[in-house]
């Protein structure tokens, strides 16, 4: 996915500034509806390939194949998402330059297509929820304050993007995440390409937990600006979410995911042992997964 309009080249050393169209609703509304329709196609994308081609996922129970699906599309928003992450933090832009008010159009076109994805994912859980009547509180936190964020950064657009695109970052687990889950319904959990991918997201969860840190220490360091340029709502949004991600969530996923590395199980379905071939057994309810 490529940014739409294209920014103003600003003078070597001049901070550059997104172009006024991103501060037309219009913009804002096409492209977080790009957002939706892209994740969305990429989930029946994911479910029309894997009747095709995958007999591991036509042997899984309907709601272990909406999490396949969502897992798939999941990744592909993570694969998005590190880059923007990455760009943030590496890049000599306007967002390094003011890390409180400075954006960029890339930073912009990543803020609104995440928006929608964070809607595509509220749609889907809450759909799913009605459709086999179970219901995730913890899950429906994270959506909540995910969405919450994106869409403030929208309406308060005063807001920079250098931590909006830091946030994005956390994601770089989620591919690692979904590759781990589909071998282990698949049977593959004792093998070395399991395992290795499984060391390497085990490792993904620990430089999120390192991230989220950073983004303690970049909020800290710019405490005063913040309070002033930044909404009181986004703020408490954002403290709220990062803490709880912080104390509660990055530690007990880290803890979960290493501990399966040791004994393959499926905690996003009652802990089932990995099947030795793919096939889907027990009929246990959803569980909170790690992103």
Avoid at 34 to 41: E, P
Avoid at 135 to 157: E, K, N, Q
Avoid at 178 to 187: D, H, N, P, Q, V
């Amino acid at each position: 996915m490529e940014p739409g309009p294209q920014m103003e080249t600003a003078p070597s050393g001049a901070v550059s500034h997104p172009s006024p169209a991103y501060f037309q609703w219009d913009l804002r509304i096409k492209l977080i509806g790009l957002g939706f329709v892209f994740y969305t196609t990429i989930f029946l994308l994911s479910h029309i390939l894997s009747v095709t081609l995958s007999r591991t996922y036509k042997s899984l129970l309907a709601k272990e194949q909406v999490f396949w699906n969502l897992a798939a599309t999941r990744a592909v928003f993570g694969i998005q998402s590190t880059v923007a992450g990455l760009r943030a933090l590496t890049d000599e832009s306007a967002l390094t330059k003011d890390r409180v008010k400075g954006q960029e159009d890339w930073s912009w076109f990543n803020v609104l297509t995440a928006t929608g994805f964070f809607v595509f994912e509220n749609v889907a859980l809450h759909s799913s929820s009605v459709a086999f009547r179970t219901f995730d509180l913890p899950l429906a936190t994270h959506h909540f304050f995910a969405l919450s964020g994106y869409a403030g950064a929208v309406i308060w657009d005063s807001l920079g993007h250098f931590l909006p695109m830091v946030t994005l970052l956390l994601e770089m687990s989620t591919p690692f995440t979904c590759i781990s889950w589909m071998l282990l319904k698949a049977g593959w959990a004792r093998t070395l390409v399991w395992k290795s991918n499984q060391w390497v997201m085990i490792h993904m969860f620990h430089c999120r937990m390192v991230l989220t840190y950073y983004m303690w220490w970049v909020s800290w360091s710019h405490w005063g600006e913040y309070n002033t340029h930044v909404a009181l709502p986004q703020r408490l949004l954002f403290f709220s979410g990062l803490a709880l991600l912080t104390v509660i969530i990055n530690p007990i996923w880290t803890h979960k995911k290493t501990m399966q590395l040791l004994n393959p199980v499926d905690w996003n379905f009652g802990n089932k042992p990995a099947p030795a071939n793919g096939s889907a057994r027990g009929r246990a309810p959803v569980k909170h997964h790690a992103s």
